[in-house]
């Protein structure tokens, strides 16, 4: 967990340093989920910000859009985060990504989490995306086999 928000905090501080620096930076967050089930993950986002040093009103200004599960409400909200013009939206899964992609193209995307980002044609390859869409993916080319030899060598007698 705190490798993962590390390099999101990488990934988003590197964004913002390449926004206009006459204004803050207008930063979407995007869940298919609800605020209380992330409030944790949205508020220590906003505290490692903090203490990199983005004051937030100053540097950094944030809106939410949460889909509250409803997977029929994506295309909707990230309608109005393209109205929003934002610098920055960060995601959540691949279907939040690309509803973002294809409304949004002026925003620069980072996925908290993205199943398969070269199969969902969200980024050109995980070595170089290339594009305005960059993060973490849960789950990579080839990932599946290494995961599986390495626990054919941690527990080489299993047989399921």
Excluded: C
């Amino acid at each position: 967990m705190a490798i993962t928000g590390g390099l999101l905090l990488a990934v988003a501080a590197g964004a913002i340093a390449q926004s206009t620096p006459k204004r803050a930076a207008r930063i979407v967050l995007f869940s298919t989920g609800r605020p209380e089930t992330h409030s944790y993950l949205t508020e220590a986002f906003r505290m490692a910000m903090r203490e990199l040093g983005y004051v937030e009103g100053r540097d950094v200004v944030y809106s939410y859009r949460w889909a509250d599960g409803r997977m029929d409400r994506v295309s909707q909200l990230a309608s109005e985060i393209a109205r929003d013009n934002p610098d920055i939206v960060i995601t959540g899964t691949a279907l939040s990504t690309r509803a973002v992609v294809e409304a949004a193209p002026g925003a620069a995307v980072v996925m908290a989490y993205g199943s398969d980002p070269v199969g969902n044609q969200l980024v050109a390859s995980l070595a170089r995306p290339g594009g305005r869409v960059t993060g973490l993916s849960n789950l990579g080319e080839g990932i599946v086999p290494k995961m599986l030899e390495l626990l054919r060598a941690m527990v080489p007698k299993a047989g399921r």
